[in-house]
Structure formats: structure tokens, C-alpha cells
């Protein structure tokens, strides 16, 4: 079977790249349509295994802040480089993990009648969401209310999770850094963002993490050799970097992670961790601040009002900090029950993409 998976970049790919893996391992010929501007995607596919000339690039629909007649040129340019890419390559079966990308991808498969199904990456309705409503055979999801909005298509299969994080050794990442509990891993996205160090920089000087080693990387924001030095003085030991790439070993070996909100969050209760979630407000949607909360409704996240703000963030962590460790644990294993599919989210998944062809 040859599957086309449209996919954008962040966690949307991270999604795709957990499905590709699966189909890869059935003997499926797996191929991407991914952003063509995209200056992560080829790099993390090749990383993962798929060669580059499995990796084709389409037309961004619509970037934040273009105006609408630059978004209409986008969406047609996205649509007839769709059409084309699946005329080429006659896949059997077309998924999507999101993004406007995978718009076109979506509306051709339809068109031709070719099997459509979709995994929705977030618990908010996005644009390749409402495509999806119409377009879509199968809709996979982790969060039990999109079932409401996508109905009877919809099955809650858990969140999907990439080889990487099944296979990671917890152990290689305490001994690699000299972790001791209770570690706090503090993950500010890949390009890193400047208020939430700022936040966890001023939780430090409070004295609210002198007990705690931390864990975080500061990507572009900030110099991680000058913010390991304003931290671990106070702190039992600073663990900075402004990159990790064992970032799944890291969450298993973590007491707690704190995330901006999107996937990661997501990722590390379905793994089992606590979680402190701090939600950009600046986003789409605000789809942080929604996913925070709901995760905190919940019993598996504490959540701060705004990552912008080093009182909100400070507010939080003085909760996290104030929680019985046994509470934290149960914190855990209720993450892993709602988020974490049994462990088999991905093959769950595939097994009804599968069921779409061969039905």
C-alpha cells in the first residue's frame, strides 16, 4: 500500500512521523507533503529514517498574518500542487496529522475517492480540522471531547507517539546528566521562549527550586552557558542546554515537565509525568490557554494563566512544589490512563487506516 501523509511542521510532524513509522514497519510505501518553506521537516524525516525523496513540499496555505487575498493565492496554490503530487504518486490511502498543508492533500483525496483519513493533533477545531469534517474517512484523536464535533468518524485512540519515546531509556539520561530527584524538566519549545526562562529564573531566586535539579533548554532565546550561571545557584544542580535531543529520555526521568501548551504537554502525561503546563496566549486560538486548563480540569496538569507573565508562572510552580510527591504520581497514571491509549495509540491507529483500504 502507498500511503501520502500531509503533515505540517512542530508537533503536527511529530504526529507523522509516528504514523509513518508504523505504516514503514507493515511494509507500507510511505510518502510526505509537508510545508515547501519548511526548515525542519526534511532534516527530522531524514533523522527518522525516510529518505528525502520520499519528502515533497507544497505551497503553505496561509501564514499568520497574511491578508486574505494572499491566503485565497496560498489555498489555490496549495490545492493544484495537491492534485498534482497525487496524480503522480496514486497512493492508496491519504492521511493527515494537520496543518493547512494537508488541506489540499485532504480535498483531492476526496475528490478522487481515494480513502481520507485524519489525526487531529490538538483539542481545539483548527482550519484542516472543519476540511477534515467534510473530508475525512476515519478521525483519530486524543482528546475525548473532539468526538462530539467530528461524530460517528470519530475514534479517541490516545495520543500518538513517535518510536523515540516508546524506546527511551530513562536511565541513560539520569547517569548522562547526574539527575537526582526530583527533577524538573523545563522545556520552552525549540526556539525557545524568553518570558517562561524569565519565569522559572525568578521561581529560582524565590528559592522555590533549591531542593530540585532542573532541567531546561533555552533554544535561540537566551545563552545557555549565561542562564545555567544566573540558575544554579539556586538550585541543587542546573542542567542547561539549548538543545536536547533525548528529550523523550529526559520526560520519563523527570518528576515533573513543565511544557508550553500544544502536544508536548500532552505527550508527557501520556508517558505518565505530572505535568505544569504554560500556555502561550499569543497563539491561534488560543489553543495553549485551552488545553492548560481542560489538562488541569482533569487531575493531570497544573496550569499557569499566561507564560508571559513571571508572576503567573511563579504562582504555579509554587503549587507544584507545595503537592505531595504521592500526589504527583497519581497525577501520572492518571495522564497515562486519558491520554495514553494503553500504549498502543499509533497501532490503533493504523489499524484503522488500514481498515479503510482494505475495507
Not at 38 to 62: N, Y
Not at 208 to 227: H, I, Q, R, S, Y
Not at 293 to 298: A, D, P
Not at 333 to 354: M, N, P, Q, S, T
Amino acid at each position: 500500500m502507498r500511503v501520502l501523509i500531509a503533515s505540517g511542521d512542530g508537533g503536527h510532524l511529530t504526529r507523522a512521523i509516528a504514523v509513518a513509522e508504523e505504516m514503514a514497519d507493515r511494509g507500507h510505501e510511505v510518502h510526505f507533503a509537508v510545508n515547501a518553506d519548511s526548515d525542519q521537516a526534511v532534516e527530522r524525516l531524514k533523522v527518522a529514517g525516510f529518505p528525502e525523496d520520499t519528502v515533497h513540499g507544497l505551497t503553505r496555505p496561509r501564514k499568520l498574518g497574511d491578508p486574505p487575498s494572499k491566503a485565497v493565492k496560498g489555498a489555490i496554490k496549495n490545492l493544484l500542487e495537491a492534485s498534482s503530487l497525487i496524480g503522480r504518486l496514486k497512493p492508496d490511502l491519504v492521511v493527515s496529522t494537520g496543518a493547512g498543508v494537508a488541506i489540499g492533500p485532504m480535498l483531492t483525496g476526496k475528490f478522487k475517492r481515494l480513502p481520507v483519513a485524519h489525526y487531529e493533533p490538538t483539542d481545539v477545531v483548527s482550519i484542516s480540522g472543519k476540511v477534515a469534517r467534510y473530508c475525512a474517512d476515519l478521525v483519530g484523536t486524543w482528546d475525548e471531547d473532539m468526538r462530539e464535533y467530528y461524530g460517528e468518524r470519530a475514534v479517541n485512540v490516545g495520543m500518538i507517539l513517535p518510536k523515540a519515546f516508546e524506546e527511551a531509556d530513562p536511565e541513560e539520561a539520569i547517569e548522562r546528566y547526574g539527575l537526582e530527584e526530583p527533577v524538573l524538566l523545563w522545556i520552552t519549545g525549540s526556539a525557545g521562549y524568553a518570558p517562561a526562562l524569565k519565569g522559572l529564573e525568578e521561581c529560582v531566586k524565590r528559592g522555590l527550586l533549591e531542593d530540585w535539579t532542573v532541567v531546561a533548554n533555552t533554544g535561540k532565546a537566551m545563552d545557555p552557558k549565561d542562564f545555567k550561571r544566573r540558575i544554579e545557584g539556586g538550585c541543587a544542580k542546573a542542567v542547561v542546554d539549548r538543545f536536547f535531543h533525548d528529550v523523550p529520555a529526559l520526560m520519563k526521568a523527570s518528576t515533573v515537565v513543565a511544557a508550553l501548551g500544544g502536544a508536548t504537554p500532552v505527550e508527557a502525561a501520556a508517558l505518565g509525568k505530572p505535568v505544569l503546563v504554560l500556555p502561550r496566549r499569543d497563539v491561534l486560538r488560543d489553543h495553549q490557554y485551552v488545553t492548560a486548563k481542560k489538562m488541569e480540569e482533569r487531575g493531570v496538569a497544573f496550569a499557569a494563566e499566561s507564560a508571559e507573565n513571571p508572576e503567573d508562572v511563579v504562582a504555579a510552580v509554587e503549587r507544584v512544589v507545595n503537592t505531595d510527591p504521592e500526589e504527583l504520581e497519581e497525577m501520572g497514571r492518571r495522564g497515562r490512563e486519558i491520554y495514553g491509549g494503553g500504549g498502543k495509540a499509533r497501532e490503533r491507529f493504523v489499524d484503522l487506516c488500514e481498515g479503510l483500504v482494505g475495507g
